[in-house]
């Protein structure tokens, strides 16, 4: 089955409801991890001419540090918590070689659930020709949307999976063995779900990257998905990046 990026918002930080001015900061227009960032803005570069609520009116604050000044140290404390379902495998290798934000992943020995499951990236569903994927009993050759050519072709790998763990157990490995020695037949379209936790700077950088018009197709339409999710977080931030390309994602 052909399945398209879903990404949800699982968690991110809260301003503690104790904090002596916490009132403060509700009663702004920032959400609770912008609140945060200013919050260490005003710890790290303390001074009593700092007029916070002034800090707190102006809407553009955190662009004018981060984007304009680029102080970005301050918005290494607030983060953000994505899941990812309906990216490839292709994608997640792009995406995990980040140190800046940290993964879980789903074990390529655990594909019970989602090995049927294919990820067509923007151009092969945009394409409306046909693809000849295979051939019938009389050597005539069997054509389709690219979508059906790969689950074909998926279809043709999971049987061949199978048939090699078989073989594999017949022959006295244990599971695990047997998993460890199919599991990279896996395709790099097969679909991967991944939980990624970063810092708003990180996110930041992460999706400055993964949307510039040179980078892969898949990458730039799953991140465009994150930073839509991301600016329920910090809308200030996205709003800045947006206007960094001078053009909205």
Same mark, same amino acid.
């Given at each position: 089955?052909?399945?398209? @990026?879903?990404?949800?918002?699982?968690?991110?930080? $809260? !301003?503690?409801? +104790?904090? *002596? #001015?916490?009132?403060?900061?509700?009663? %702004?227009?920032?959400?609770?991890?912008?609140?945060?960032?200013?919050?260490?803005?005003?710890?790290?570069?303390?001074?009593s001419?700092?007029?916070?609520?002034?800090?707190?009116?102006?809407?553009?604050?955190?662009?004018?540090?981060?984007?304009?000044?680029?102080n970005?140290?301050?918005?290494?404390?607030?983060?953000?918590?994505?899941?990812?379902?309906?990216?490839?495998?292709?994608?997640?290798?792009?995406?995990?070689?980040?140190?800046?934000?940290?993964?879980?992943?789903?074990?390529?020995?655990?594909?019970?659930?989602?090995?049927?499951?294919?990820?067509?990236? @923007?151009?092969l569903?945009?394409?409306?020709?046909? $693809? !000849?994927?295979? +051939?019938? *009993? #009389?050597?005539?050759?069997?054509?389709? %949307?690219a979508?059906?050519?790969?689950?074909?072709?998926?279809?043709?790998l999971?049987?061949?999976q199978?048939?090699?763990a078989?073989?594999?157990?017949?022959?006295?490995?244990?599971?695990?063995?047997?998993?460890?020695?199919?599991?990279?037949?896996?395709?790099?379209?097969?679909?991967?779900r991944?939980?990624?936790?970063?810092?708003?700077?990180?996110?930041?950088?992460?999706?400055?990257?993964?949307?510039?018009?040179?980078?892969?197709?898949?990458?730039?339409?799953?991140?465009?998905?994150?930073?839509?999710?991301?600016?329920?977080?910090?809308?200030?931030?996205?709003?800045?990046?947006?206007?960094?390309?001078?053009?909205?994602?």
């Amino acid at each position: 089955m052909i399945v398209e @990026p879903q990404i949800t918002l699982l968690a991110h930080s $809260v !301003i503690n409801s +104790e904090l *002596a #001015d916490a009132d403060s900061y509700a009663q %702004s227009d920032l959400t609770d991890a912008e609140a945060l960032t200013i919050l260490i803005e005003r710890t790290c570069f303390y001074a009593s001419s700092f007029n916070r609520e002034l800090m707190l009116q102006d809407a553009n604050y955190l662009t004018k540090t981060l984007i304009e000044q680029k102080n970005w140290s301050i918005a290494e404390h607030a983060t953000a918590t994505l899941y990812f379902r309906g990216v490839s495998w292709n994608f997640a290798h792009q995406i995990l070689r980040h140190k800046n934000l940290n993964f879980s992943e789903l074990s390529p020995h655990l594909q019970s659930e989602v090995s049927s499951n294919n990820v067509l990236g @923007p151009v092969l569903r945009d394409f409306q020709g046909e $693809v !000849i994927f295979a +051939e019938n *009993a #009389d050597n005539e050759p069997i054509s389709g %949307s690219a979508s059906e050519a790969v689950d074909s072709w998926n279809r043709e790998l999971e049987f061949n999976q199978d048939g090699l763990a078989c073989e594999l157990e017949v022959a006295g490995f244990t599971r695990r063995q047997v998993n460890d020695a199919v599991g990279p037949m896996l395709s790099m379209m097969t679909e991967n779900r991944i939980i990624v936790t970063g810092s708003l700077r990180a996110w930041y950088e992460v999706v400055e990257e993964y949307t510039q018009p040179d980078v892969n197709a898949e990458a730039q339409q799953v991140m465009k998905l994150a930073k839509e999710k991301l600016s329920l977080v910090s809308p200030a931030l996205s709003d800045g990046q947006e206007d960094s390309h001078g053009c909205s994602m």
